[in-house]
């Protein structure tokens, strides 16, 4: 009367499902060679000036157009991959380190030491993020650096909040019990005991980040905050095309696709590395 | 519903798999039984059985698993045909399932009244009115006081025990035919168990539903229901009378069972049921229990055997249930006890742990952080107990008794503020922190959830690996022979090294974490409960396996428990905790033999224990509210004397016998009160 059993571990997965994993895989590793080697790729120059061929509609030649000065949008946006992601990945891993941190020590020592460290993190908290970095980079000087730890500033108490809620957690189980019984130290408990039991959290939440740095870094350099022209930075790309709207809509649209592809990818490269990383089996938290 | 001749529920040769391809488990297969309208049936069953798949088939709700065969009616309808609108019905209106945790059930935003009347008014169609007025009435049904006030109280201002009755009280609201209890009373103490047991004995009378009992404790089942099925991997082995299965049993797995529980009537060695449960992707072509049986043949193992019929209606799925009765009694032989190091140095004559005077005051902040009213609850109130070296002292109480605060005191898990504690000669600290590293070697816990014990990440090699490093007790190099040895000693082999704790059974993590213990050579070790997460068969290993390790290595335990039975197996002398108080404390056998304290007394009145009457329990009134003056006992006491109980503090006093008890009432006096009871009980 009954059929092969539906459910999760019924079908194996598609062929579809599996190239859509691969693909899922390799996106890493093409933001990886755009960024080591894009501006070396590019058909042609990302800044020079070509007045010949201002403002062409995508094509076979200009792949995705050209803009107001004749420069091809198809290499600016190669060539702004690395000034756009370097410094995305850079402050989120700062910003995931500092909030790994802080919100393991709150998490796991509690009491009072808990309520000053996360009290500091609300006030850090209150600020939008936007203005806090802008905040950040107008006190310190619009360069590179700044850009990158006035981006991990501003990740540093969101993840510190969410790490610290899981180490909450954790620090409930009896193996953390078993581990202070035997009379290990608090290095080893929160490194060795509970850390590891975080790697899908922390994982998830770096991919997380990460696509919010891109943005980040896209909309400050829009407002002409950290990197400047001629930098073919993408959310520069979005501003400076912004007048051209209308006239050549391109020059706006395909950057700002490749900001969205490359948030959206980033997410989901994070679960399917949080699901590798944590077996259904071992995973104690949600 | 007009009276269906017959039975109320049929469920007939019912096999329900989980997956598909050859990693298909067979979960459930051919199980057939009948219940009786006003019938309660108790389906016995451990960990893996399948007992609540069985239930949630029922239902038609099985989640991921698909029924392969087999049919189920109630009140003559097939349960497996419904259509989705009829099932819907049925499961709201004429089915109904308590679980094991009231607060699964219930909602904690709302009122419990309104929980119930909503369900009459989606079901019953009756107003608002009507819908609440019936709520209240069966809330009086299930016998809790003041039903019209509690009706407005949210969950969690009720106990645990009157949660469960709520849920009891849902359950009932539609009358419906067929009402499931999934180990309704197995997260309740003994005493609020007591009354929950009481009062499904008494409901079974009046609602004219078929009761399916399922619960992992024989003795629960045994009092409550009239006919039992054994279930094992996925199979139902035996069927009968409860008198009759208990007392005669007909199948080799439940006379193992009855054989590895221990009792508190008697102090009874166990015998685990060796091996564990079959491979359910691959069920094997014989009898399921082969190989384990000790009384199995050759052809046990070449078909599967039918079911035999050996009295009435006493069945058994055996080939040979005659030879049931020819299996060695439960008795494994009395332990030789280590007569331990001559005591001629000064330490053999102090006992290995003196707790003096502890005293552990929580305090929780109710309001604004850092500046909020502090609330305190005493947990630990003057609590003195030695521990003899190389015997075990059992600490018995129900929750909030402060049996586990004693625990994590003694391992430094909570610095207790008065008191002290000594091991040996030398002062602890009362944090871990601040103890030197060869004290904190030498006591060691083992905890009560084998499971959280254990790093999920962190292979059964690094485990059982860490004390050996941490304390230096053996060279990086010969560290995993070592892990090797501990294995061996716990009765696991050399492959779990490799394992992650997920890779593990209930009962195999309990011996890793024993293993763990081991690995620091430790002369006390604290076990909270370390049995109390384990399926009885199990238990039984691990009991016997602590009783050798001790009788080996003259090891000395502080064995913290709630279960009375497994204290009597295992202890040598026990105290008995009440709100942070002891109040009984002496020799095991001078206690069991009684005349009792009257809390120790209530305790053992509450245990359902197969082939012994319970007497019926005593509602258990609310909890003291922190007067703290007088007897804490005083209000649930049936012996207390008006104006001493209340007023004075008994002190612990020495009873003549070799005890130490904590009441007002003299020993004749409650030697009187409980002799004149059993006699009254026995008309």
Known sequence: MAGPAPGPTATPPGIGARLGRLGIMLFPALLLFLVAFGPLVTPFSATAFDPAATLRPPGPTYLLGTDEFGRDLFSRIVAGAQPTLLPALASTFIGILFGTATGLAAGFLGGRRDEVIMRAMDVLLSFPALILAMLIIATLGANMVTLVFAIGFVFWPRSARLIRSAAMELARHEFVDAARARGEGTAYIMFREILPNMWGIIVVDFTLRFASAVLLVASLSYLGIGVSPPTPAWGLLVKEGQPLLQLAPWVVIFPCIVIAVVSVGSVMFGEVIRRRLTLPDRRILA | ?683
Not at chain 2, 53 to 70: M, S
Not at chain 2, 374 to 379: D, I, K, W, Y
């Open chain 2, 1 to 683: 519903m007009t009276g269906a001749p017959g039975h109320n529920l049929r469920v007939e040769g019912l096999s329900i798999a989980y997956g598909s391809g050859p990693r298909t488990l067979h979960a459930v297969r051919d199980v057939s039984f009948t219940i009786a309208r006003g019938e309660a049936y108790g389906l016995i069953g451990e960990s893996g059985s399948g007992k609540t798949t069985v239930a949630f088939a029922l239902l038609n709700y099985l989640r991921g698993g698909v029924i392969r065969g087999g049919t189920i009616e109630v009140a003559g309808e097939d349960v497996l045909a419904m259509a989705p609108a009829a099932l819907r019905d049925f499961r709201g209106n004429r089915a109904a399932m308590v679980y094991q945790d009231p607060m699964s059930s219930l909602n904690p935003a709302i009122i419990v009244g309104e929980q119930i009347a909503e369900a009459l008014r989606r079901h019953r169609g009756l107003d608002r009115r009507a819908a609440w007025e019936r709520a209240v009435d069966l809330l009086a049904l299930v016998d809790l006081p003041g039903p019209a006030a509690l009706a407005r109280r949210h969950p969690h201002q009720l106990s645990g025990g009157q949660q469960q009755r709520v849920v009891i009280a849902l359950a009932l609201s539609c009358e419906p035919d067929l009402l499931i209890l999934d180990e309704p009373t197995t997260g309740l103490d003994t005493t609020t168990q007591a009354v929950v047991l009481d009062l499904i004995g008494e409901l079974r009378q009046r609602v004219r539903a078929s009761i399916l009992f399922i619960s992992h404790n024989l003795g629960v089942v045994a009092e409550t229901c009239e006919r039992i099925g054994v279930l094992y991997a996925g199979e139902l082995v035996e069927e009968g009378p409860c008198a009759t299965v208990v007392s005669r049993p007909g199948h080799p797995y439940t006379a193992g069972l009855l054989r590895s529980m221990p009792r508190a009537d008697r102090a009874a060695a166990l015998r685990p049921i060796p091996g564990s449960l079959p491979d359910l992707t691959r069920p094997p072509a014989g009898c399921i229990f082969a190989d384990r049986c000790e009384v199995a043949s050759a052809a046990c193992r070449e078909g599967r055997p039918g079911v035999r019929r050996l009295a009435g209606d006493h069945l058994a799925r055996c080939l040979f249930p005659e030879r049931v009765a020819d299996l060695p009694a439960g008795d494994a032989g009395p332990l030789a006890r280590a007569q331990g190091p001559a005591p001629d140095d000064a330490a053999a004559s102090l006992p290995k742990l003196a707790i003096e005077g502890l005293g552990v005051t929580f305090r929780q902040r109710r309001g604004l952080p850092l500046i909020g009213r502090l609330e305190e609850t005493r947990a630990l109130d003057g609590v003195s107990l030695a521990v003899p070296r190389g015997q075990t002292l059992a600490v018995v109480g129900e929750s909030g008794s402060g049996k586990s605060t004693l625990a994590r005191s003694v391992v430094g898990l909570i610095a207790a503020e008065r008191g002290g504690l000594r091991f040996e000669d030398k002062a602890l600290a009362p944090r871990a922190a601040g103890r030197e590293p060869d004290l904190l070697r030498r006591i060691q816990i083992i905890f009560q959830n084998p499971d959280g014990a254990l790093n999920p990440q962190r292979r059964v090699l690094d485990i059982v690996g860490r004390p050996l490093r941490l304390y230096g007790r053996a060279p990086a190099a010969a560290i995993p022979a070592r892990v090797e040895e501990l294995l061996a000693l716990v009765r696991l082999g050399a492959r779990f090294a490799a394992r992650f704790p997920h890779e593990l059974s209930g009962g195999e993590k309990q011996r890793v974490n024993i293993a763990r213990v081991l690995a620091a050579d430790p002369e006390l070790i604290v076990c909270d409960e370390p049995t109390s997460a384990l399926d009885i068969s199990v238990q039984a290993g691990v009991l016997n396996q602590l009783r050798e390790l001790q009788a080996e290595s003259g090891l000395t335990y502080l064995f913290i428990s709630h279960d009375l039975a497994v204290v009597r197996t295992i202890s040598d002398t026990v105290a008995v905790l009440y709100l942070g108080r002891v109040v009984e404390t002496g020799p095991t056998a001078t206690v069991f033999a009684g005349p009792h304290h009257p809390y120790t007394d209530s305790l053992l009145a509450a245990l359902p224990e197969v082939g012994r009457p319970r007497r019926p329990a005593v509602a258990v009134p609310p909890l003291p509210g922190g007067t703290g003056r007088g007897c804490l006992f005083a209000p649930r006491c049936p012996q207390r004397i008006p104006g001493t109980c209340d007023r004075l503090v008994p002190p612990l006093a020495a009873t003549g016998d070799g005890r130490l008890m904590a009441c007002h009432v003299p020993l004749a006096g409650l030697a009187e009160a409980q002799r004149a009871r059993d006699a009254g009980g026995r008309d």
